[in-house]
């Protein structure tokens, strides 16, 4: 099972996220306070408006269009994977278009566990998206599942995702 610290002001973001884990039948925990000293699998920093001590994960996630607003320092633990809409982030899109999908681009290899490289590569991605917290979440959740093999047979076979209800 793995452990999932989620850290985001908007609720919503975490709602698409955990539909989407399931969608991938993803065996998983999360958390959402930072009071406990805890290491996790995966941290994911979405937003965040107060500061939080350190983020303590194997593998931690950025989203480098909402932390560069923050005024606030964070201490982070592990391998970062930044994400967003900025061409120099570990994950980005190209292509987006709301209504029928994005392309989904992996920049930079990750190293899994330190014995499973997942290779830079771009995905076509088919999925109408409500607002911006959804591309968010697909985001992070698509990483996520290649780096824990989920979701890889949908995605390269079909080039389809579900649209969320």
């Known amino acids: ?5 989620i850290i985001e002001t908007n609720a919503q973001f975490k709602k698409y996220l ?6 991938m039948n993803l065996d998983y925990s999360t958390f959402t306070d930072n009071d406990v000293s805890r290491r996790v699998n995966y941290v ?6 107060e500061r939080y001590k350190v983020l303590d994960g194997d593998y931690c996630f950025i989203n480098m269009d909402l932390i560069s607003k923050m005024k606030n320092n964070v201490d982070i633990s592990g391998c970062i994977i930044t994400y967003g809409l900025g061409s120099k982030n570990t994950v980005t899109i190209s292509s987006l278009d709301y209504s029928s999908g994005f392309v989904y681009c992996l920049q930079r ?5 330190g014995k499973r490289v997942i ?11 409500k607002d911006i917290d959804e591309l968010y979440a697909a985001v ?4 996520i599942g290649l780096m824990e093999d989920k979701c890889i047979y949908d995605l390269i076979k079909n080039k389809t995702f579900m649209t969320l209800s």
């Open 44 to 49: 994911v920093l979405n937003s965040i408006n």
């Open 109 to 113: 290899d990750i190293i899994y566990e």
């Open 18 to 23: 955990v539909e989407l884990f399931d969608l």
């Open 140 to 143: 992070v959740a698509i990483t």
């Open 119 to 129: 290779e830079a590569q771009e995905i076509p991605v088919n999925m109408a998206l």
């Open 1 to 5: 099972m793995q452990s999932i610290e």
